[in-house]
């Protein structure tokens, strides 16, 4: 691997971005803290889902 490519990865990696969806906050607060641990990555947390509309997923 040049150091043209780690560079790229390095940075596609600090441009992560997550949120996290979890009304309980001792649990959101124990996912952010794995997620910080993980990887170089924003976390965001959302509270309250109600106002994201329905999942496609159910």
Known sequence: MN???SGFQA???KSLT?????EDRD???AI???LKDA???DVFVIG???GLGPSPFV
């Open 3 to 5: 150091s043209e490519n």
């Open 11 to 13: 940075s596609a990696a």
């Open 18 to 22: 997550i949120v996290v969806v979890e």
């Open 27 to 29: 649990r959101a607060m």
């Open 32 to 34: 952010v803290d794995a």
């Open 39 to 41: 990887c170089d990555c």
């Open 48 to 50: 309250n889902a109600s």
